[in-house]
Every structure is written in structure tokens, then in C-alpha cells.
């Protein structure tokens, strides 16, 4: 059983940055899948980014568009930890955060909720404008 536990959202204005954490038990990150989703109220649960082991020690990282050139996403081996650059925080990425760590399904991708198995409780980020 994974369990992850996100930190580090908060409060921030528009143009501002957060540094979201997602400590993971066991070893997980390069054994998994990992992403990070969000979900503002009234919405469906959305993809932000994800990371994942793609050949030996290389890591390969995609985001949405929405997020592309802000956001980074990145991960630390020993301490079992990914991690989420938030830079030039807009309004509308005010939602709550969650990180999810999936093995992986034939013909799903990582881009979506039903490639990942284990999820977080979720940290909220909220960006006043």
C-alpha cells in the first residue's frame, strides 16, 4: 500500500510561487508513476503534470498546456519525494492539489485519473488576484 502525503499549499497572490511536496512511503518515486491533479469546487478533477522512470535513470516529465513554461515538476529518489514548482501563479489555479502514484495501464494514459492507483489527501493552493 502507497501512501502520499502532499504539503506546502497556502495562500500566495497572482505572479507568485508555491512549492507543493509529495512525500511518498516506501519506495515509490522511480518505482511508480508519479502526477499531480487538482480540483477546483464545481470542477472535475484535472491533470497538471507527471513524472515517471522512461529507460534506466532517465525521467520523463509532461504537464498541461495550462501549466506548460510555469510549472515544474520534479522528484528526489532518496528522500521518496516529488515535487511541484509553481511559478507565476494565476487565479484560476486556485484548486486543491493532489498527488497520485499509478504502475502504469496498457492503453492509459498518465494524463488521466484512471492511470493512477494510490492518491493523496490533497493540499489546497489558493492565488488572490
Known amino acids: 500500500q502507497v501512501q502520499l502525503v502532499e504539503s506546502g499549499g497556502g495562500l500566495v497572490q497572482a505572479g507568485g510561487s508555491l512549492r507543493l511536496s509529495c512525500a511518498a512511503s516506501g519506495r515509490t518515486f522511480g518505482s511508480y508513476g508519479m502526477g499531480w491533479f487538482r480540483q477546483a469546487p464545481g470542477k472535475e478533477r484535472e491533470f497538471v503534470a507527471t513524472?515517471?522512470?522512461?529507460?534506466?535513470?532517465?525521467?520523463?516529465?509532461d504537464y498541461a498546456d495550462s501549466v506548460k513554461g510555469r510549472f515544474a515538476i520534479s522528484g528526489d529518489s532518496a528522500k521518496n519525494t516529488v515535487y511541484l514548482q509553481m511559478n507565476s501563479l494565476k487565479p484560476e489555479d486556485t484548486a486543491v492539489y493532489y498527488c497520485?502514484?499509478?504502475?502504469?495501464?496498457?492503453?492509459?494514459?498518465?494524463?488521466?485519473?484512471?492511470?493512477?492507483?494510490?492518491w493523496g489527501r490533497g493540499t489546497q493552493v489558493t492565488v488572490s488576484s
Open positions: 513524472i515517471r522512470r522512461s529507460g534506466g535513470l532517465a525521467y520523463v516529465a
Open positions: 497520485a502514484a499509478g504502475n502504469g495501464k496498457y492503453g492509459v494514459r498518465w494524463s488521466v485519473v484512471e492511470g493512477y492507483d494510490y
